[in-house]
């Protein structure tokens, strides 16, 4: 993009828009004296979200002469909303101001055409230049620097960093969980919990956390358990002992030895790959694209490859990868497998004579032939791009709104419609589609499945007659009973054991205690809140190692304070819900930690109100 001076004014922000990532509302006019990047985005695109990295870069590289603004110009109808904009700002871990341009009013004045676009306007608010796509930093690097030092010399650059007020969210045992996979045969249930980078090892049965996979820190890195470092981790597949984990934003896939506890990767290299090759060849060291989920079907471990468009196929015992399905382009073609168009395929699953998929781009549900020799692409239930909605029916009707996950279960296919809020179940004999669980409005509510409520899942996977899902921006995993139509939260029992990686601490000032006092806990929720009666809150007192749980609606409590303790740690898991208002049950995470002086005259009770606050 040459760099020559702006002459086109840009367009002033409409001044009813809701922003996020900032305390008050900006213009260009404020900004002048300050290069001004605009990213046009809508948070379902692959594309948007490759070049989020680019533009972190950006803005660290440039902090002080440099302002990011995010317009999101929303694609499908749930990403208006600005509830839900806000929390793929959480999600994605974005750190500029963004715009909810939900009318793209700012999309038509700019004059952008795709997603993603970006817009560069120099310190004079003067429109430099646009470019659509991806490979943003290499593009707009040295176009930012040219104009900084032409700003600079003509003294009308403002230098130093925007004050801004980031998004925040109380933490959360898990983070943005984006798939499970249940092991009926190993009573284990494994959990991608997304952003908190690791996989979370539970029984199905008790809920008990048996093991974590990953240090919890975003990197890319092969070792022990803890030394392993992912970077938001999404499908999962299992055989026997060995685990295999979608790396997506590393773009690699790894796999997890359950036994020796040790992480390595079979192929990606941590970086993405631009390259739509998909011919045979060894898989470690293959460049990947964005793999989302996992399915492994007769020997080989099916990838669905979101950010090229593609299904990938790992031989695992020759340790080949290549391309199955997709051509590469990003549309909604059936046909011969390579030759057929997917659009960011991002959840798979199987019935032995197909494979299916969740076609989150085109709203669709595909099926894929296993036999790559005369094999086809066909559609279930879809039709393209920017045909979506919430309609039950036949194949020729219904309509499903960017689905993210499919599970076969005995001639019925079930689907997270997640900008839906939605489980949806299709007849394969059929073809029909209808309701299955949840009720369409956004929440966390247990109960029967036409009442219960979802917040965008993600994952799908089954078990004993039940559906286990990944409710993504709920934090939560749901489990939906299909023989007692019921949907419940499923319990992590030992929920200390994630809440000490997961949350820092808050450090209470010191108390002065007598030798032998107690420790007095309570709880205070929200006025007009209760506990949840479905999911179980809990509170883990530590104590020179040794661990006590209480159960919260067991609250107020007095335990002892063991001999020479100086430090207790205390952290509360707690599920509640506003009293009358069965659609709005949140989840909090508070940890403590208390600092305590032994002395004669000290107070008989050291205490802790652990205050939950919306």
Do not use: H, N, W
């Given at each position: 993009m040459p760099v020559e001076p702006g002459v086109v004014n840009a367009p002033e922000f409409p001044t009813d828009l809701d922003w996020l990532n900032t305390s008050r509302a900006l213009s260009i006019k404020e900004l002048r004296g300050k290069a001004i990047l605009l990213d046009f985005w809508t948070y379902c695109c692959i594309n948007c979200m490759h070049v989020l990295p680019d533009l972190k870069k950006l803005e660290h590289k440039y902090a002080d002469e440099l302002v990011v603004i995010g317009v999101h110009s929303a694609k499908f109808l749930a990403e208006r909303q600005t509830e839900n904009i806000r929390q793929a700002i959480l999600r994605y871990g974005i750190e500029h101001p963004v715009i909810n341009d939900d009318?793209?009013?700012?999309w038509q004045e700019y004059a952008a055409r795709a997603w993603p676009t970006l817009i560069l306007i120099d310190p004079r608010g003067k429109i430099i230049g646009s470019h659509s796509g991806e490979g943003v930093f290499e593009v707009f690097d040295p176009v930012i620097g040219q104009l900084i030092e032409h700003h600079a010399g003509e003294g009308d650059l403002v230098r130093g960093p925007l004050e801004l007020a980031r998004e925040t969210e109380p933490a959360s045992l898990l983070s943005y969980p984006g798939k499970v996979?249940?092991?009926?045969?190993?009573d284990r249930l494994f959990?991608?919990?997304s952003n908190h980078h690791r996989i979370v090892v539970a029984s199905l049965t008790t809920g008990n956390v048996l093991e974590i996979v990953g240090g919890g820190d975003a990197d890319f890195a092969d070792g022990t358990f803890d030394e392993a470092r992912f970077s938001n981790p999404q499908g999962l597949a299992i055989e026997g002992d060995l685990l295999y984990i979608a790396d997506t934003d590393n773009h690699a896939v790894r796999r997890a030895d359950l036994r020796s506890q040790t992480v390595v990767t079979l192929a990606g290299t941590g970086e993405q790959s631009f390259d739509f090759d998909s011919r045979p060849g060894p898989a470690r060291g293959r460049a990947l694209n964005s793999p989302w989920d996992l399915e492994l079907a007769h020997?080989?471990?099916f990838i669905a490859m979101a950010g090229s468009h593609q299904i990938w196929g790992l031989d695992l015992e020759g340790g080949y990868i290549a391309g199955h399905a997709g051509s590469g382009e990003e549309d909604h073609r059936d046909g011969p497998l390579l030759g057929a168009a997917l659009a960011q395929p991002s959840g798979l699953s199987h019935d032995n004579d197909a494979l299916f998929v969740a076609d989150s781009e085109v709203s669709s549900i595909r099926a894929v032939d296993f036999d790559p020799r005369g094999g086809h692409v066909k559609t279930v239930i879809g039709e393209g791009l920017f045909?979506?909605?919430?309609?039950d029916g036949g194949p020729d009707v219904a309509r499903l709104q960017h689905p993210l996950d499919v599970e076969y279960v005995e001639g019925q296919l079930f689907v997270a419609d997640t900008y839906n809020n939605k489980i949806r179940a299709i007849g394969l004999a059929?073809?029909?589609?209808?309701?299955?669980a949840g009720s369409g409005e956004a929440g966390l509510t247990d109960g029967p499945l036409t009442e219960a409520q979802f917040d965008e899942p993600a994952g799908l996977s089954s078990a004993h007659g039940k559906l286990y899902v990944a409710d993504t921006n709920n934090h939560v995993?749901?489990?939906?009973?299909?023989?007692r139509s019921q949907v419940s939260t499923f319990p992590l029992q030992d929920a200390h054991k994630l809440a000490r990686s997961s949350a820092a601490a808050i450090t209470l000032?010191?108390?002065?205690?007598?030798?032998?006092?107690?420790?007095r806990i309570d709880l205070a929720l929200p006025e007009g809140a209760r506990l949840s009666r479905d999911s179980p809150s809990q509170v883990a007192v530590i104590q020179q190692g040794d661990l006590r749980v209480l159960a919260a609606e067991d609250l107020p409590a007095e335990i002892e304070i063991a001999d020479g303790t100086s430090d207790v740690r205390v952290e509360a898991s707690i599920y509640y819900c506003q009293s009358g208002r069965e659609q709005l049950c949140l989840y909090s995470m508070r940890n403590y930690e208390l600092a305590l002086d032994r002395v004669d005259d000290g107070s008989p009770t050291a205490s802790l109100s652990i205050l939950v606050a919306e």
């Open positions: 009318q793209m009013r700012v996979l249940a092991d009926e045969a190993g959990i991608s919990d020997g080989v471990l045909d979506y909605g919430d309609v059929t073809r029909t589609t209808r309701g299955f995993i749901r489990i939906v009973d299909l023989d000032p010191r108390q002065s205690i007598a030798p032998s006092a107690k420790l």
